[in-house]
């Protein structure tokens, strides 16, 4: 089968993975980054694999479709940032007064701020917190990266400078080859003449310091 007839036979996939999992960008846009994904995949891909095909490729499809999104829409700023920590540090102020969980209608009235600009915070500040709570193992996703300096707004690309500061200069250095270049524990290990385990560890030290510095 050509690379082709592989593309049009999982054209339906990639369509459905984008009006499932992708909103306010342009279809074509998503359509051309799932056929990247495609092309990924079948690279990659064993024929010996017990995997089908069309499930072993949803993760390349979706890690493309991602990475595009974090390009094009997802720009959390450092006042995002900084707003989403003080609603996280109210919710639990006011869950320790009240004794319940307050709702975001609550958290509002409390903040005097409005719901929709509050619900926001929250979901642009959780995905900087959250971007540093994925796993750490040779078979990181694609799209667990962070973006490079010249698809993030300055605010983004400070606020990651921040957190990478707190970190020693062999934990920042693999963590800038492991999430920024996207390059595998052991292609890191060999650049920088360590083994694989040291890499590891580093890593999760590092990813460790970065959570606590975002999450205080």
Same mark, same amino acid.
Do not use: C
């Given at each position: 089968?050509?690379?082709?007839?592989?593309?049009?036979?999982?054209?339906?996939?990639?369509?459905?993975?984008?009006?499932?999992?992708?909103?306010?960008?342009?279809?074509?846009?998503?359509?051309?980054?799932?056929?990247?994904?495609?092309?990924?995949?079948?690279?990659?891909?064993?024929?010996?694999?017990?995997?089908?095909?069309?499930?072993?490729?949803?993760?390349?499809?979706?890690?493309?479709?991602?990475?595009?999104?974090?390009?094009?829409?997802?720009?959390?700023?450092?006042?995002?940032?900084?707003?989403?920590?003080?609603? &996280?540090?109210? #919710?639990?102020?006011?869950?320790?007064?009240?004794?319940?969980?307050? @709702?975001?209608? *609550?958290? +509002?009235?409390? %903040?005097?701020?409005?719901?929709?600009?509050?619900?926001?915070?929250?979901?642009?500040?959780?995905?900087?917190?959250?971007?540093?709570?994925?796993?750490?193992?040779?078979?990181?996703?694609?799209?667990?990266?962070?973006?490079?300096?010249?698809?993030?707004?300055?605010?983004?690309?400070?606020?990651?400078?921040?957190?990478?500061?707190?970190?020693? &200069?062999?934990? #920042?250095?693999?963590?800038?080859?492991?999430?920024?270049?996207?390059? @595998?524990?052991? *292609?890191? +290990?060999?650049? %920088?003449?360590?083994?694989?385990?040291?890499?590891?560890?580093?890593?999760?030290?590092?990813?460790?310091?970065?959570?606590?510095?975002?999450?205080?």
């Amino acid at each position: 089968m050509t690379t082709e007839q592989i593309i049009e036979e999982n054209k339906g996939l990639i369509y459905k993975i984008a009006h499932q999992s992708f909103y306010g960008i342009e279809r074509e846009d998503l359509y051309q980054a799932g056929v990247l994904g495609i092309l990924k995949a079948i690279k990659n891909y064993q024929q010996n694999s017990n995997a089908k095909f069309s499930s072993y490729a949803f993760k390349s499809i979706f890690g493309e479709m991602y990475k595009l999104a974090m390009q094009k829409q997802i720009k959390v700023s450092s006042d995002y940032l900084r707003l989403y920590k003080s609603i &996280e540090t109210s #919710r639990y102020t006011l869950a320790q007064k009240w004794g319940k969980i307050p @709702t975001n209608e *609550e958290l +509002a009235l409390f %903040l005097e701020m409005d719901v929709y600009e509050l619900e926001q915070a929250i979901l642009a500040g959780s995905v900087m917190v959250s971007s540093l709570d994925n796993h750490t193992e040779e078979d990181r996703s694609l799209y667990e990266t962070i973006p490079t300096s010249e698809t993030m707004s300055i605010d983004d690309y400070l606020t990651i400078e921040e957190g990478l500061n707190q970190l020693s &200069e062999e934990e #920042r250095e693999i963590i800038k080859y492991r999430y920024i270049e996207d390059m @595998t524990q052991s *292609e890191v +290990a060999r650049k %920088l003449k360590k083994t694989q385990v040291m890499v590891s560890r580093y890593e999760k030290k590092g990813i460790d310091k970065m959570r606590e510095y975002y999450a205080a």
